[in-house]
């Protein structure tokens, strides 16, 4: 279990942007006796997976649509799978583009 700054240093995120992830719905962190953010290896992979979505440029509204889905649970593992297929498209669709362009400056020099 962490609190927000052991947290923070872990991910390599600041507590404030924790904080926003959380104020949009994406972390939802358990709250100790005194009402302090408790992060648990669960928080850390899921945040591990956002980030992942990130970097792979899903947009936030996406991600977002994921976070909720996921919050209601089991129920919706085929729509889950569904918005995790069409990234997967779209991303292997840009990394085409990319390989294209890279093929072409290959050629051109």
Do not use: C, V
Request: aromatic share 10%; proline share 2%.
């Amino acid at each position: 279990m962490y609190h927000i700054q052991e947290f923070a240093a872990l991910t390599g995120l600041s507590a404030d942007t924790l904080r926003y992830y959380e104020k949009e719905g994406l972390l939802a962190p358990a709250r100790d006796g005194n009402g302090y953010r408790i992060y648990s290896e669960r928080d850390a992979a899921w945040l591990a997976f956002i980030l992942r979505l990130k970097e792979t440029n899903m947009p936030l509204a996406q991600i977002k649509a994921f976070a909720r889905l996921r919050a209601e649970g089991e129920a919706t593992l085929a729509a889950r799978y569904a918005l995790l297929l069409a990234h997967q498209q779209a991303l292997a669709a840009h990394l085409a583009e990319k390989l294209r362009h890279y093929e072409a400056l290959l050629r051109s020099s």
